[in-house]
T-cell receptor, first 115, second 113 residues
Framework: EAGVAQSPRYKIIEKRQSVAFWCNPI?????LYWYQQILGQGPKLLIQ????????DSQLPKDRFSAERLKGVDSTLKIQPAKLEDSAVYLC?????????????FGNGTRLTVT | AQSVTQPDIHITVSEGASLELRCNYS??????LFWYVQSPGQGLQLLLK??????LVQGIKGFEAEFKRSQSSFNLRKPSVHWSDAAEYFC???????????FGSGTQLTVLP
C-alpha cells in the first residue's frame, strides 16, 4: 500500500511571498487532514476534509491560509502572504471512512522556512 | 476540549535499558489514545492505539502501553531499548473518534551506546 505522498519536501521563501503544498492521500481514504508542526511542538490540526467537503477548519488562519480538495482525492494547502511564524513542517494525513476507529496515516511532511 | 501532557521533554537511556514515556490526558469520556513516533525528517508512524477493552495494548517494534483511567494516563513502555528507537514520541488523544486528534508536545528519546 502506497503511503501518503507530499511535495515538496522543503521550501524556503521570503516573508510576504506565497507558497503551496500538495498532498496525495492513501488510495480510498476519504478523510484528509493538514497539520502544522512548529519546531518543538506536537502537530496541530489546521483543516480536515471528508471527501471534498470541509469538516473542521476552526484552527486555520483563514486570512492567509487556504486549502482545497476539489475532486475528493488530492489536496493543496496555500499560504499567502507568508509570515515568519509560519515556519514549520506541514503534515498531511489520511484515514479511511469506515467507523470511528481508523487511525491516521501521515506523510513525511513539507518543511517550510520563511526568512 | 481534550488535552495531552507529556511531562518529559527529553529522556536519555542506555541501549538495552527499559523505557517508560509518560502521557497524561484530559477528556471527559473514554478517549481514543495513540502513540506515534517521528524520526528526523519523517512523518509520524503509529506505534499503538487504545479504543476499548484490554487496557494493556501491544504495538509495533516491541512497544506496549497501559491505559489507566484512574490516573488519566497512557504511558508507553519498552523492556529493552535499541539504538534505532532514538526518535521523538508523541502521545495523542481523540475525542470520540480516532480522527480528530490532539497531540502532546512530544518526548525526544536519546539512546546511548
Amino acid at each position: 500500500e502506497a503511503g501518503v505522498a507530499q511535495s515538496p519536501r522543503y521550501k524556503i521563501i521570503e516573508k510576504r511571498q506565497s507558497v503551496a503544498f500538495w498532498c496525495n492521500p492513501i488510495s480510498g481514504h476519504a478523510t484528509l487532514y493538514w497539520y502544522q508542526q512548529i519546531l518543538g511542538q506536537g502537530p496541530k490540526l489546521l483543516i480536515q476534509f471528508q471527501n471534498n467537503g470541509v469538516v473542521d477548519d476552526s484552527q486555520l488562519p483563514k486570512d492567509r491560509f487556504s486549502a482545497e480538495r476539489l475532486k475528493g482525492v488530492d489536496s493543496t494547502l496555500k499560504i499567502q502572504p507568508a509570515k515568519l511564524e509560519d515556519s514549520a513542517v506541514y503534515l498531511c494525513a489520511s484515514s479511511a471512512q469506515r467507523g470511528n476507529n481508523s487511525p491516521l496515516h501521515f506523510g513525511n511532511g513539507t518543511r517550510l522556512t520563511v526568512t | 476540549a481534550q488535552s495531552v501532557t507529556q511531562p518529559d521533554i527529553h529522556i536519555t537511556v542506555s541501549e538495552g535499558a527499559s523505557l517508560e514515556l509518560r502521557c497524561n490526558y484530559s477528556y471527559g469520556a473514554t478517549p481514543y489514545l495513540f502513540w506515534y513516533v517521528q524520526s528526523p525528517g519523517q512523518g509520524l508512524q503509529l506505534l499503538l492505539k487504545y479504543f476499548s477493552g484490554d487496557t494493556l495494548v501491544q504495538g509495533i517494534k516491541g512497544f506496549e502501553a497501559e491505559f489507566k483511567r484512574s490516573q488519566s494516563s497512557f504511558n508507553l513502555r519498552k523492556p529493552s531499548v535499541h539504538w534505532s528507537d532514538a526518535a521523538e514520541y508523541f502521545c495523542a488523544v481523540g475525542a470520540g473518534s480516532a480522527r480528530q486528534l490532539t497531540f502532546g508536545s512530544g518526548t525526544q528519546l536519546t539512546v546511548l551506546p
